[in-house]
């Protein structure tokens, strides 16, 4: 932490300005370009959603609505909804709109349609963001996306679980999809710009999952058992993921739970069984105001393991939740609360990953094309051979940047979930709310 301030207390250096500035104008010639390009195929539903988002407040009412729409049942509670949230003064709606609302509250058969088509439309919209609801769909947009020359990580959705029979069907949910992928994987066309690294082969097969989904009862109240169960459960999935040759990435929730995922992380990769194994990473949030000590933490720790890791590093999703928290318990806040903060944490952890690759492999996550910018730059300035850097995005929000940097010959990976379309609208709503504020 120490040494990260240090640099922040420096200044810019006018010199590497002006190279993240060249860069990014760059990247934004070729978005330009590109227009609305995505890396989905259906052109309508594309069109409809950015619509839909163009207009700041209908998008946050829609985004309220598909929040609670999977709670809600009967037609007339579907139609009731739209109306509380559609049919205010500044939410600007198509012709004809209004009335067909207001008709949903007084008839059975207006209702009934409503609340069709809004199922409809929210499915539609969810497949923007959502690779399949199977193993089969969720290839094909694999292949899609290696079409393009771009990586993929897959995550299941889904996060805490309430009971131990939820625990072990996401356990195995995710030995299936490691085996599954791992034999559609067979048949994938070698593409070396994501295949390959200056260290060696890149895994093909790359899954990402939440440990709080492995454990009903993950409480940091009790770490030593959280720690014990979960790692009863995760040894099966890195298990399989070595032995097929295939990636796992470990997300980070809330802050609450970061301790105890570092802790699970680190213990359990330097058991006998994985300490010599590289093919795995874990997330470091850049909106933390301990995200500097988290990365010095992890280099000291790779250094005596004597393996590489990767480190995914992100803004952060859940700055709402973290900042309300906090508040309501009278704690520090555990975030940056203004966003240049949390911009300039990105690029000072950037740095580090960057000076640090051979102990911990940057993969660099943003929408942002200035924090991207950044990056280019400074792998350029430091010297590093080419791909040591991987860029991630996710699906159905960075499209266009990923064509871009695919396009400048980059490794580009894209954090792709699947899984069951109405359990996921959580999942879209926080994402699509994270990426449009």
């Given at each position: 932490?120490?040494?990260?301030?240090?640099?922040?207390?420096?200044?810019?250096?006018?010199?590497?300005?002006?190279?993240?500035?060249?860069?990014?104008?760059?990247?934004?010639?070729?978005?330009?370009?590109?227009?609305?390009?995505?890396?989905?195929?259906d052109?309508?539903?594309d069109?409809?959603?950015?619509?839909?988002?163009?207009?700041?407040?209908l998008?946050?009412?829609?985004?309220?609505?598909?929040?609670v729409?999977?709670?809600?049942r009967a037609?007339?509670?579907?139609?009731?909804?739209?109306?509380?949230?559609?049919?205010?003064?500044?939410?600007?709606?198509p012709?004809?709109?209004?009335?067909?609302?207001?008709?949903?509250?007084?008839?059975?058969a207006?209702?009934?349609?409503?609340?069709r088509?809004?199922?409809?439309g929210?499915?539609?919209?969810?497949?923007r963001?959502?690779?399949?609801?199977?193993?089969?769909?969720?290839?094909a947009t694999?292949?899609?996306?290696?079409?393009?020359?771009?990586?993929?990580?897959?995550?299941?959705?889904?996060?805490?679980?309430?009971?131990?029979s939820?625990?072990?069907?996401?356990?195995?949910?995710?030995?299936?999809?490691?085996?599954?992928?791992?034999?559609?994987?067979?048949?994938?066309?070698?593409?070396?710009?994501?295949?390959?690294?200056?260290?060696?082969?890149?895994?093909?097969?790359?899954?990402?999952?939440?440990?709080?989904?492995?454990?009903?009862?993950?409480?940091?109240?009790d770490?030593?058992?959280t720690?014990?169960?979960?790692?009863?459960?995760?040894?099966?999935?890195?298990?399989?993921?070595?032995?097929l040759g295939?990636?796992?990435?470990?997300?980070?929730?809330?802050?609450?739970?970061?301790?105890?995922?570092?802790?699970?992380?680190?213990e359990?990769?330097?058991?006998?069984?994985?300490?010599?194994?590289?093919?795995?990473?874990?997330?470091v949030?850049?909106?933390?105001?301990?995200a500097?000590?988290?990365?010095?933490?992890?280099?000291?720790?790779?250094e005596?393991?004597g393996?590489?890791?990767?480190?995914?590093?992100?803004?952060?999703?859940?700055?709402?939740?973290?900042?309300?928290?906090?508040?309501?318990?009278?704690?520090?806040v555990?975030?940056?609360?203004?966003?240049?903060?949390?911009?300039?944490?990105?690029?000072?952890?950037?740095?580090?990953?960057?000076?640090?690759?051979?102990?911990?492999?940057?993969a660099i996550?943003?929408?942002?094309?200035?924090?991207m910018?950044?990056a280019?730059?400074?792998?350029?300035?430091?010297g590093?051979?080419?791909?040591?850097?991987?860029?991630?995005?996710?699906?159905?929000?960075?499209d266009?940047?990923a064509?871009?940097?695919?396009?400048?010959?980059?490794?580009?990976r894209?954090?792709?979930?699947?899984?069951e379309?109405?359990?996921?609208?959580?999942?879209?709503?926080?994402?699509l709310?994270?990426?449009?504020?």
């Amino acid at each position: 932490m120490v040494e990260l301030q240090r640099r922040a207390e420096a200044g810019i250096d006018s010199e590497a300005e002006e190279a993240t500035r060249a860069r990014g104008h760059a990247l934004l010639a070729v978005l330009r370009a590109a227009g609305g390009e995505t890396l989905r195929r259906d052109a309508v539903t594309d069109r409809v959603t950015r619509w839909a988002m163009g207009d700041e407040a209908l998008k946050t009412q829609l985004f309220r609505f598909i929040d609670v729409l999977p709670a809600l049942r009967a037609s007339r509670d579907v139609a009731r909804h739209l109306g509380e949230y559609l049919l205010r003064p500044e939410v600007r709606l198509p012709p004809g709109a209004g009335a067909l609302l207001r008709a949903g509250t007084r008839s059975g058969a207006a209702a009934a349609l409503l609340a069709r088509s809004a199922r409809v439309g929210a499915h539609q919209m969810a497949r923007r963001f959502i690779a399949g609801s199977n193993v089969r769909e969720a290839a094909a947009t694999i292949v899609r996306l290696r079409g393009r020359g771009i990586g993929f990580t897959m995550d299941i959705l889904g996060e805490a679980v309430t009971s131990e029979s939820e625990a072990e069907v996401y356990q195995g949910q995710y030995l299936g999809l490691l085996a599954g992928l791992s034999e559609a994987a067979r048949r994938w066309k070698r593409v070396s710009v994501v295949d390959e690294a200056p260290w060696g082969p890149v895994p093909r097969v790359n899954v990402s999952l939440k440990l709080s989904s492995l454990y009903s009862q993950f409480d940091p109240l009790d770490a030593d058992g959280t720690v014990a169960a979960v790692k009863a459960r995760l040894r099966p999935i890195l298990a399989q993921a070595r032995q097929l040759g295939a990636y796992v990435h470990i997300d980070t929730e809330h802050y609450a739970t970061k301790e105890i995922t570092l802790r699970i992380f680190r213990e359990i990769l330097m058991e006998e069984d994985f300490r010599d194994w590289s093919d795995t990473g874990i997330v470091v949030q850049a909106y933390l105001r301990e995200a500097g000590r988290d990365l010095e933490e992890l280099r000291e720790w790779a250094e005596r393991r004597g393996a590489p890791v990767w480190v995914r590093l992100v803004k952060g999703a859940y700055w709402d939740y973290e900042t309300v928290i906090a508040a309501q318990r009278g704690w520090p806040v555990p975030v940056f609360t203004r966003k240049p903060e949390t911009d300039a944490s990105f690029e000072r952890l950037t740095r580090f990953l960057l000076e640090n690759w051979r102990l911990l492999r940057p993969a660099i996550a943003s929408h942002n094309v200035r924090s991207m910018a950044h990056a280019l730059a400074l792998a350029h300035h430091l010297g590093l051979p080419r791909r040591t850097v991987e860029y991630q995005v996710l699906y159905g929000m960075g499209d266009r940047l990923a064509l871009a940097l695919a396009e400048g010959e980059e490794r580009v990976r894209v954090y792709v979930p699947y899984g069951e379309l109405i359990p996921g609208m959580a999942y879209l709503v926080r994402r699509l709310l994270e990426n449009t504020s």
